[in-house]
């Protein structure tokens, strides 16, 4: 999949990433991950314990309205995630509601979602060479939409000293609602469409900071993330100039989330801005529009390659369904790219499949896929894969 004949043409690559990107650095896939965190929910005391009566509330809940009885090993960890995110978009607990990342049952999940892969993710030092020979080969205004909480492709970044940013769009100037956009600057662009374990919004923080000053304090709250001593290393998500209603404008980036997550105290303070692994992630994806904004449109035209890579595309996730969807068939629907006059990459596809059963279930998610256009490499992300992502013509 190459890029183009000149650097200064206006087409873009595009790659889709989900979690079998990252589990050959060893990172857990959902199921893997639902395991963990009960484990390490076990030993959970206080108001962090309700996370076990919001497991009994909903295992209630499908006996009784479904006929299911089920336990707590068993349990499908997207539907658990939804009772608990339409609990709380509907505020059925009323004046005990937690918090806007959720009851405690949610939180506990995201925090703990945050913890364990941050213990899991390679220090840029250690990362495995083929996630720095990806990094290598992407190029300047290549876009990567992830679906994954990770650090793991910022770190190979960070580690061969390539240039990125976590934002659509840099801007010489704002006025208003207008905006001109900064083409100058050339790096990779990351778009986490389900948020990242990094991320926490200061928004929260900022109101208890007014309500101490109305009160008539001299000291600012603690917190672990915005008032605390340690080295967090805590910068803006986005950079330069913005609207001042841009969602993301209080968003903050932790650079040294080991740091962070072996203090263990973050609860019930900081909570790790992500989309829960739920099915009802569009309740709360309202920050990431502008990540999604025109995707299904003019991309057809200036998109000169695709490539998904480690996402079987689950068909309960609607929110990443329709997504994909959109960008797939805008991609295929216009074979040429029209400012060069040249026709595009073929779609290509890698994923782990053993055996034909396993194929076809995986074609059959992608169903809306034209096949003639496409190609799939079956034995997952290894070093023989990124040959066939980057191959030249």
Request: hydrophobic share 35%; charged share 30%.
């Amino acid at each position: 999949m190459t890029r183009g004949e000149s650097e200064d043409d206006s087409s873009y690559r595009l790659f889709i990433l989900g979690a079998g990107f990252s589990q050959p650095a060893g990172l857990p896939l959902a199921n893997e991950l639902w395991e963990e965190i009960r484990k390490r929910a076990e030993g959970l005391r206080g108001r962090a314990a309700k996370f076990h009566d919001d497991l009994r509330d909903y295992l209630e809940f499908k006996l009784e309205c479904d006929g299911l009885k089920t336990q707590a090993e068993d349990v499908d960890f997207e539907d658990f995630c939804r009772f608990l995110d339409i609990e709380h978009f509907l505020g059925l607990r009323g004046s005990d509601t937690w918090s806007r990342d959720g009851n405690e049952g949610t939180v506990v999940i995201k925090t703990l979602i945050g913890e364990i892969l941050a213990e899991r993710t390679p220090l840029s030092q250690d990362i495995p060479e083929l996630y720095l020979n990806f990094a290598e080969m992407l190029r300047p205004d290549d876009y990567v939409l992830t679906f994954n909480y990770d650090v793991l492709l910022e770190r190979a970044l960070e580690a061969i000293g390539k240039r990125y940013r976590l934002f659509p769009k840099r801007y010489k100037s704002v006025r208003g609602q207008s905006a001109t956009v900064d083409f100058s600057a050339k790096e990779v662009v990351i778009l986490k469409l389900h948020g990242s374990i990094d991320w926490f919004d200061r928004e929260e923080y900022s109101l208890w900071q007014r309500e101490y000053e109305r009160l008539g304090s001299s000291e600012d709250p603690t917190h672990p993330v915005f008032n605390t001593k340690d080295d967090l290393g805590l910068r803006k998500l986005i950079e330069g100039p913005r609207q001042p209603d841009d969602p993301l404008r209080e968003m903050y980036r932790v650079r040294n989330v080991e740091t962070l997550y072996e203090k263990k105290n973050l609860w019930p303070l900081a909570v790790p801005w992500l989309l829960a692994p739920s099915t009802m992630k569009i309740l709360y994806a309202g920050k990431l529009e502008s990540f999604w904004h025109g995707q299904g449109s003019y991309g057809g035209v200036w998109n000169s390659g695709l490539a998904i890579i480690g996402y079987s595309l689950p068909t309960q996730d609607d929110y990443a369904r329709q997504g994909v969807y959109s960008l797939v068939t805008n991609y295929q629907r216009h074979n040429r790219i029209e400012e060069v006059g040249r026709n595009k990459s073929r779609l290509l596809l890698v994923d782990r499949c053993e055996g034909n059963k396993q194929i076809d279930s995986f074609k059959a998610n992608y169903r809306f896929v034209d096949w003639d256009r496409a190609e799939l490499w079956t034995d997952g992300l290894n070093q023989n894969a990124l040959d066939f992502i980057f191959e030249e013509p």
